[in-house]
Structure formats: structure tokens, C-alpha cells
């Protein structure tokens, strides 16, 4: 038994050794890296020195102001994009019609759609570098869609309103896709916003199809 | 038509109203969790980014039932982002930058105190309104949102 523990111990120096090794070679490519990153900044802890590093600033061609320009374009749209969203919410809920079964399922397609819209446009936002507002406040404040707290609308109402709502969307979307690329330089944020002007137009269609003649 | 339940028109206009009112601090919570999953930053970014869709698709949920509640008792279901914003309880931190476990710590709050506001209203359905359904409905989000509270404070560092 004394003997196996012996060369346990041997295995254990072994293992010792080559992790010191390790650790010199790691600390060697820490001191390479740290002052590029933190140039001015000393004795920073690890967790200060991720969050406040310059790589958590996006490198992608794009000057801090365009981003920021773009960042606040596409937080408005958002807020537009939100307000939608709670109104197909509302009329899935509130529809009273005799196609009942037929509406509720289509508010819920399209609430399901408008959602995956908000997702998309706010993780763009993020994509820039740039924060996602995400507080009715804000939405309240920057939409330029209307709500009507406390109305009774009819179905085909509803289908007018969510239209005209998602017309004028696409009408602000063609604006700023081509100020993406004019005045910001940001070809991204341009080919993304133009997929969904054209997926909105679509929707647009669908609703305009569903409104009696 | 009229409801014919068993549940007077007053009742069930009362019971909504809490409905709607409960509507508003749900829908007030579930865009707080949208506003965390996109704004997280965190070391373990992907792990919280997914965490809070998970949150949020439940907490949809929990919206959508509530309001469909107020819709079976033949009641208006609130839908603007006007009547959430005057009628909740809670509170947003529009442009607050927040750390990872300052965001579990909100939705935490925030979940203890829609869980006690709960647990007042599904008596007073049950006292006031005589409105089982809703009573049973509410004790059941109840005990779905303990279960989400335990949740977050065993994610919170000690």
C-alpha cells in the first residue's frame, strides 16, 4: 500500500510541474494581451477589466455615431413595430364576430409574426452595440401608432386599423433603409430592414384581401 | 348575447376589473423579461438569454390566459399599452443600466409581489364575487408563479 501512495505522490509532482509550466505560459499571454486592452488602467480585476474592455465595443466598420443614429432609427421602429404587436394582441382577445374562430386565429398569426418582428428588429439594435428599449414607457413614448383604449371595434375594424397601422410602418421603413445606407454607411441594418418591408408588405396584402369590398 | 353563468352582471364586471388590473402588472413583467433577454450582459450571457425566453414565453402565457378569463366572463379584455401602463402596480427602469443579478433580483420582486396581490384577490372572488372559476384560476397561476419565484431566487449569488 506504502508503495502505490509513493508513486501516487511521484504522478502528483508530475502533475504539479506541468501545470506550474502551464500557468507561466498562461501568465506570459495575459501580460502580452492586458496592456493593449488596458492601456491606462492598473491593478483592474478580472471581472472590471471584461465589462469595461474595449472588445465589448463593436469593431465592424461602423463609426460609434452612425451606430448609435441607427441604434436610435431602429428603436423607434421598434416602438411602432410593439405597438402593433399589443394591438393584434387586443383584437385576438376582444374580436366579437360571427367568423369569431376564423379572426381569433389570424390576430394570433399575426401577433405571432408581429412578435418575431420585435425580437428581430431589438437584437439588431443589440447587434450595433446599442441598447434595446424595453419599457412600455418607451415604446409608449416614441410609437407614432394609435391606440383606442376602451373602444369597441367591429371585425372589420380591426382589420382596417391593424392595416393602416402596418402601411404606415412600411412607408417609415422605406425612409430609413435608405438612410441606413446614405447617410450611416450601415449596408446590414439597410438589407435587414428591407426583408422586412418586404415580409410587412405581404401581411399588408393579407389584410387588405380580408377587408369586405 | 348575456352571460347566464350564474355570476351577476355586477359580479362579473367587478371580478374583471382585478382581472384587467392583474392583466396590467402580468403584461408589465413580461416586457421587463423581453427588455432583460435582449440587454443582458453577462459571463454567462447564453445561459441568462435563454432563461429569460423561457420567462417570457411563460409569462405570455399567463397573459394570454388571463385575458381570455375576463373574455369568458364576457368582459373586455384591456389591450392597449395606455391601460398596462395605468393600471399596474409594478414598476419599469426605462434606460437603467442593470447587472445580470440585478435583473434576476427585479423579476423576483416583481413575482413576490404579483404572488401576494394573488393571494388577496382569489379570496375576494371566492368571499365577494362567488366566482369559483376565477378563484380556482387564480390559485393555480398562484402556485405556477411560486414555482418560477423559487426559481429566480435560487439563481440569486448568495
Not at chain 1, 4 to 26: H, N, P, Q, W, Y
Not at chain 1, 40 to 56: L, Y
Not at chain 1, 144 to 160: A, C, N, T, V, W
Not at chain 2, 8 to 14: I, T, V
Request: glycine fraction near 4%.
Amino acid at each position: 500500500m506504502k508503495s502505490v501512495t509513493k508513486f501516487d505522490r511521484g504522478e502528483d509532482m508530475k502533475k504539479i510541474l506541468l501545470g506550474s509550466l502551464l500557468m507561466v505560459c498562461a501568465l506570459q499571454t495575459t501580460s502580452l494581451e492586458v496592456p493593449t486592452n488596458a492601456k491606462t488602467q492598473k491593478n483592474i480585476s478580472r471581472e472590471e477589466f471584461d465589462i469595461e474592455s474595449t472588445i465589448t465595443e463593436p469593431n465592424i466598420g461602423l463609426s460609434a455615431e452612425n451606430r448609435a443614429a441607427v441604434g436610435k432609427l431602429l428603436n423607434a421602429l421598434l416602438a411602432d413595430e410593439f405597438a402593433v404587436y399589443v394591438k393584434t394582441l387586443n383584437y385576438h382577445w376582444n374580436v366579437e364576430s360571427p367568423q369569431f374562430k376564423e379572426l381569433h386565429a389570424l390576430f394570433k398569426d399575426l401577433y405571432e409574426k408581429q412578435f418575431s418582428i420585435c425580437d428581430d428588429v431589438a437584437e439588431r439594435i443589440r447587434s450595433l452595440g446599442e441598447v434595446a428599449s424595453g419599457t412600455m414607457q418607451e415604446f409608449t413614448k416614441n410609437s407614432k401608432i394609435k391606440e383606442q383604449p376602451g373602444k369597441k371595434l367591429r371585425d372589420q375594424e380591426m382589420i382596417k386599423n391593424i392595416l393602416q397601422d402596418i402601411e404606415a410602418i412600411i412607408a417609415t421603413i422605406r425612409v430609413d433603409a435608405q438612410a441606413c445606407v446614405d447617410t450611416y454607411g450601415d449596408a446590414g441594418t439597410n438589407n435587414f430592414l428591407l426583408n422586412l418591408l418586404e415580409q410587412q408588405e405581404k401581411t399588408a396584402w393579407m389584410l387588405r384581401a380580408s377587408l369586405a369590398k | 348575447m348575456e352571460s347566464n353563468i350564474g355570476i351577476s352582471a355586477a359580479n362579473r364586471k367587478k371580478v374583471a376589473q382585478l382581472l384587467n388590473t392583474l392583466l396590467a402588472d402580468q403584461f408589465l413583467l413580461y416586457v421587463k423579461m423581453l427588455n432583460f433577454h435582449w440587454n443582458v450582459k453577462s459571463h454567462h450571457f447564453n445561459d441568462l438569454h435563454a432563461f429569460f425566453k423561457s420567462l417570457y414565453e411563460t409569462q405570455f402565457i399567463v397573459c394570454d390566459d388571463i385575458a381570455e378569463r375576463a373574455r369568458a366572463l364576457d368582459e373586455a379584455a384591456f389591450g392597449t399599452m395606455q391601460e398596462f401602463a395605468k393600471n399596474t402596480r409594478l414598476k419599469e427602469q426605462p434606460g437603467k443600466k442593470l447587472s445580470d443579478q440585478e435583473m434576476i433580483k427585479h423579476l423576483l420582486e416583481d413575482h413576490e409581489a404579483i404572488i401576494r396581490i394573488i393571494r388577496i384577490d382569489a379570496q375576494t372572488c371566492m368571499d365577494k364575487y362567488a366566482d369559483l372559476g376565477t378563484n380556482n384560476f387564480l390559485l393555480n397561476l398562484l402556485e405556477q408563479q411560486e414555482k418560477t419565484a423559487w426559481m429566480l431566487r435560487a439563481s440569486l449569488v448568495k
